[in-house]
């Protein structure tokens, strides 16, 4: 019971515990229902849906890591062990969870093998191996998660310290909670457009502000894009969509909606002419008429 309290805090809506004649010792867990991981389809998303993602994963492994019960570990740590739920992972198979950390005589006895890489960590004077369960969980985080997701596409001036991120924990230089305290620094950066400051350039073009009006065909198709059909990109601010227009060579205006995405961003349609506008109390259009 003791272990399913922990879970509590991981979606664990509710269990049933079963002693009868017939069966003896069930038990039947009750989680959230999510959308199965497909790691093809999340590379072809946007790279701040991707962030969220190995975010809530490292919030998990940080809870873990400091639960009641100890340091837990995911002893089958897979991406179809996971769900995503509103656009966050959450873990789903609870019965491959263990809090035992491992004894020791020496950091000989503390060896972690994995695939492409082995560790060995420190045996501590209690007899246990120094944060294995907790490294364990990081490590396969990075192999699974952090590698495919975190770096592509990300705002230039974000990737050196994604580069650290996924460097320091490939290589197990960081426990969770440095860890934890990088990417809650990045979301800062990312969600205030800190990222902006010695990158966003005034727009070489001129644009003409159309209120109440939209564009409803003139799309073309951009990556990594929220709509497959069209740009439909998130920016921080109409400096940032000017930027993103004139980096695009197809790109001759840009439409706001009144959409906004988990980090407070606007999204965006860009578009490749003006062909198509029409009038929209709800949107404003931006038409480029210079450069």
């Not at 389809?41 to 873990?64: A, M």
């Not at 005589?105 to 045996?123: I, K, Q, V």
């Not at 974000?158 to 197990?172: A, C, M, Y």
Request: proline share 4%; hydrophobic share 35%; charged share 20%.
């Amino acid at each position: 019971p003791d272990l399913f309290l922990v879970f509590l805090s991981l979606q664990l809506h509710g269990y049933c515990y079963q002693d009868s004649n017939d069966i003896t010792d069930t038990l039947t867990a009750i989680t959230e229902l999510g959308n199965p991981l497909e790691m093809i389809q999340l590379l072809q998303t946007s790279w701040e849906e991707r962030f969220r993602i190995c975010l809530s994963l490292v919030r998990l492994l940080h809870y873990l890591a400091h639960s009641p019960l100890g340091s837990i570990t995911l002893l089958d740590f897979r991406p179809r062990q996971f769900v995503i739920v509103d656009g966050e992972l959450k873990v789903t198979d609870l019965d491959d969870a263990s809090a035992d950390e491992a004894p020791c005589s020496s950091s000989a006895d503390c060896f972690m093998e994995f695939p492409a890489r082995n560790f060995t960590l420190h045996c501590s004077s209690q007899g246990l191996c120094q944060s294995i369960n907790e490294k364990r969980n990081l490590y396969n985080a990075y192999r699974f998660f952090f590698t495919y997701l975190l770096p592509h596409s990300a705002p230039t001036a974000l990737r050196p310290l994604l580069d650290t991120i996924v460097n320091s924990t490939g290589e197990l230089r960081w426990g969770i909670d440095e860890t934890l305290s990088e990417l809650e620094k990045l979301l800062h950066l990312y969600s205030n457009g800190l990222y902006l400051q010695n990158t966003t350039q005034a727009p070489r073009a001129e644009y003409k502000r159309v209120v109440g009006t939209s564009i409803a065909g003139d799309n073309y198709r951009c990556w990594p894009s929220y709509n497959h059909e069209g740009c439909l990109l998130s920016v921080f601010s109409i400096q940032e969509a000017m930027d993103v227009c004139e980096s695009h060579g197809q790109c001759h205006a840009f439409v706001l909606t009144n959409q906004t995405t988990w980090t407070g961003h606007q999204l965006i349609f860009f578009k490749a002419g003006t062909a198509s506008l029409v009038p929209d109390p709800d949107k404003v259009t931006f038409l480029r008429v210079t450069g």
